[in-house]
Nanobody, 127 residues
Framework: QVQLVESGGGLVQAGGSLRLSCAASGSDFSNYAVGWFRQAPGKEREFVAGISANSRITHYSDPVKGRFTISKDSAKNTVYLRLIDLKHEDTSVYYC????????????????????WGQGTQVSVSS
C-alpha cells in the first residue's frame, strides 16, 4: 500500500512561489493517478491539479491554470506541484492523493475517488 508524505508548504508573500512535494513509499508508484487538492477553513476540499499514472496527461482547475504545474519524478517516486504568482486566495492546506488505476492515461478529479491521502501541508500567502 502506498503512503504519501507532503512537504514544501510555508508562508510567502503574494506573487511568490513554492514547490510542494508528495513522496510515495510502500509500493511501486507507477500505476497510480495522483491529484493535488486544497482545503481552506470552512470550505470543501477542491481539486487543484492531476497527473495520469504514465505522466502523459495533466489537468488543472481554472483558478490555478497557468500558475501551477504538476510533475512526476518516477525515479524518486515523487509528484511535485510548482506554484508561482501566488495569491492570497491560494492560502489553504494542500493535500496529495493517489489512486491505483488500470488505465494509465486518466485524470481523476473527484475527492471521493481517491483512497490514499497525505497529511497535508499548509500554504499561506500574505497580501
Amino acid at each position: 500500500q502506498v503512503q504519501l508524505v507532503e512537504s514544501g508548504g510555508g508562508l510567502v508573500q503574494a506573487g511568490g512561489s513554492l514547490r510542494l512535494s508528495c513522496a510515495a513509499s510502500g509500493s511501486d508508484f507507477s500505476n497510480y493517478a495522483v491529484g493535488w487538492f486544497r482545503q481552506a477553513p470552512g470550505k470543501e476540499r477542491e481539486f487543484v491539479a492531476g497527473i495520469s499514472a504514465n505522466s502523459r496527461i495533466t489537468h488543472y482547475s481554472d483558478p490555478v491554470k497557468g500558475r501551477f504545474t504538476i510533475s512526476k519524478d518516477s525515479a524518486k517516486n515523487t509528484v511535485y506541484l510548482r506554484l508561482i504568482d501566488l495569491k492570497h486566495e491560494d492560502t489553504s492546506v494542500y493535500y496529495c492523493a493517489a489512486k491505483r488505476v488500470n488505465l494509465l492515461s486518466v485524470i481523476l478529479q473527484q475527492v471521493q475517488i481517491y483512497d490514499i491521502w497525505g497529511q497535508g501541508t499548509q500554504v499561506s500567502v500574505s497580501s
